[in-house]
């Protein structure tokens, strides 16, 4: 057995597929099915059940997945060894939602990147749903998500900053769509919004049925920007971060429509798992996290 079965094994069950595990560690199909045949002969039987394009954990596979983290957690600290303390190297598997992905972190990873130039920074983008899970499932060594503050036993959390959600139509739109008039009625907006796990469209959407507001459809778009641009052109109506729309509000090529009563708060949040072992390089991007969310804090803009 080798480390690199190790990590396939471990990577196959993140990502659910063979195909996919390939995808990420960039090796073909074949050399997935031949690290994962090599453990299966060395164990002495199947640690996957194929089930058509789904597979499952085997009992032998489910009571290998233990030591194969404990494994790769201690070879992750092996790795993390230099003999300059300075020198930090390894690998650091950040999950995050789009919003904060493109709007917050870009100078957390730059400098990030330019004081530790030799860690590996593997970046995914997901719901927060998912991203919350990746750390759970040690898919991920730290995620960010943007929801109501949550506290979580396996978790620690640090809340970084309450995030404003506005709603926003095109700069024709009517600003009395969600006046106290149309409770309980269907309004002709279309709303534009991204996957249905997403909090702040749960959190929107759980706005309208408490007043019984439906909209006229539900459009799903695969982005923010795909969103804003819909938007801007008249199709309908979306609930966004504020950092996400605020150029465009000030510009004049989005307005915000006034909501009576508000939305609860959203938080945008950073996470890891408890048991983790926190590498240095994962010590100092927390640090440097922390730090700039001081800074968002007080250049925070409300309207």
């Given amino acids: ?92 598997k950040i999950a995050a939602p789009e919003s904060l992905t493109v709007y917050r972190l870009e100078p957390i990873l730059k400098e990030f990147r330019n004081n530790f130039p030799h860690v590996n920074i593997s970046l995914s983008n997901a719901t927060c749903g998912d991203n919350k899970r990746s750390i759970l499932n040690g898919s991920a060594d730290v995620a960010f998500v943007m929801m109501p503050e949550f506290q979580d ?67 799903e778009l695969w982005s923010i920007e795909a969103i804003k641009r819909c938007v801007r052109s008249g199709l309908g109506i979306a609930c966004l971060p504020l950092m996400t729309v605020e150029d465009e509000i000030k510009e004049g090529r989005l307005k915000m429509i006034p909501c009576d009563g508000g939305f609860k708060q959203i938080f945008s949040q950073v996470a890891y798992h408890k048991n983790k072992w926190i590498s240095p390089a994962l010590s100092a991007f927390i640090n440097i996290t922390l730090k700039h969310a001081k800074d968002w804090s007080s250049e925070k803009i409300t309207y």
Avoid: W
């Fill in 153 to 219: 036993s396996d978790l620690i959390v640090h809340s970084l900053l309450d995030e404003s959600i506005v709603l926003v139509g095109s700069p024709d739109c009517s600003l009395n769509i969600l006046d106290n008039s149309y409770k309980n009625q269907k309004i002709s907006e279309c709303f534009l919004a991204n996957e249905k796990e997403c909090s702040y469209r749960v959190m929107f959407e759980e706005y309208l049925g408490v007043r019984g507001i439906v909209p006229s459809q539900t459009m």
């Fill in 1 to 92: 057995m080798e480390i690199r079965h190790f990590v396939t094994f471990k990577k196959v069950i993140e990502t659910g597929s063979f195909t996919q595990a390939a995808e990420h560690l960039g090796y073909t199909q074949s050399t997935v099915t031949t690290h994962i045949q090599a453990l299966e002969e060395h164990l002495g039987g199947p640690l996957f059940d194929r089930m058509g394009r789904k597979i499952k954990l085997t009992d032998i596979g489910s009571k290998l997945l233990p030591y194969v983290k404990e494994v790769l957690d201690t070879y992750e600290k092996i790795e993390s060894i230099t003999t300059d303390g300075e020198d930090i190297r390894g690998d650091l």
